[in-house]
C-alpha cells in the first residue's frame, strides 16, 4: 500500500501560480510512476502529467505545458507540480497517482486538493 496526501491548492488569481505536493508514504519503494490528474467542475478527470521514479521523465498533456512543471524528491518521497499563468479553466480538484509497475495502472489516490481560478 501506498498512501498519498496533497497539498498546496487554494483560491488564485488568473495569472497567478501556486505549488502543488503530494508526499507518499508506505511500500514507497514499489512506485513507479507518480502522475498528477484534476477533475474540472462537471469534466471527466484528466491526465496532467506524470513523472518517472528513477528517470525523472515527465511528459505533460498539451493544456499545460510550458505551464506547469513536475518534479520529484525521492529522498522525501514527494512530487510537486509547479502551476504557473494560471487560468480559470484550471479550477479544479487536484490529485496524485501511483502505479507500481508496468503496465502502468493508477493504483493509489490522493484525496486531492482543491484548486480554484478566479477571473
Known amino acids: 500500500q501506498v498512501q498519498l496526501v496533497e497539498s498546496g491548492g487554494g483560491l488564485v488569481q488568473a495569472g497567478g501560480s501556486l505549488r502543488l505536493s503530494c508526499a507518499a508514504s508506505?511500500?514507497?519503494?514499489?512506485?513507479?510512476?507518480m502522475a498528477w490528474f484534476r477533475r474540472a467542475p462537471g469534466k471527466e478527470r484528466e491526465f496532467i502529467g506524470a513523472?518517472?521514479?528513477?528517470?525523472?521523465?515527465?511528459p505533460s498533456t498539451d493544456s499545460v505545458k510550458g505551464r506547469f512543471t513536475i518534479s520529484r524528491d525521492n529522498a522525501q518521497n514527494t512530487v510537486s507540480m509547479q502551476m504557473n499563468s494560471l487560468t480559470p479553466e484550471d479550477t479544479g480538484t487536484y490529485y496524485c497517482?501511483?502505479?507500481?509497475?508496468?503496465?502502468?495502472?493508477?493504483?493509489?489516490w490522493g484525496q486531492g486538493t482543491q484548486v480554484t481560478v478566479s477571473s
Open positions: 497517482a501511483v502505479c507500481p509497475e508496468l503496465p502502468c495502472t493508477y493504483r493509489y
Open positions: 513523472i518517472s521514479w528513477s528517470s525523472g521523465s515527465a
Open positions: 508506505g511500500r514507497t519503494f514499489s512506485i513507479y510512476r
